[in-house]
């Protein structure tokens, strides 16, 4: 796998993990991720924007990060999340194999109810979740 491609895979997995962590952070720490992440600053953009040095702000997005690992390591909300949609995803297709063998109404039910659970999965879910 290329550095690029790398790269993207931390940058999303940090994305998943603030999004499940975040509000376990300080308020300064979701700022700085924010900008990093989020608005794309760069270090030298925060620590001017924020008055600290550049290496503070480096020292913050590391912090930050091994915490929301931690939290991961112990909560496994975003292993949890990956398994629930591959779970929801296989589900569904078993549902397009099956579905013509039921009456309409039944199919008309079953599709409601499928509906209902998928408003309620991305709530559990906090976002994409990428392999």
Known sequence: MSSSADNMNEVTRMGDLYDFYG?????????????????DWSLSEIAESL???????????????????????????????????????????????VRHELSAASQMEMDAAFASMDRTLPGFIGGEVDA
């Open 51 to 97: 008055s600290i040095t550049r290496q503070a702000v480096h020292d913050q997005l590391r912090r930050a990060g091994e915490q929301l690992e931690q939290y991961e390591a112990v909560l496994q909300l975003r292993a949890a999340a990956r398994a629930q949609q591959e779970a929801w995803s296989k589900l569904m297709r078993v549902w397009a194999k």
């Open 23 to 39: 509000a376990l952070l300080t308020e300064r720490q979701r700022q700085i991720i924010e900008m990093y992440h989020v608005e």
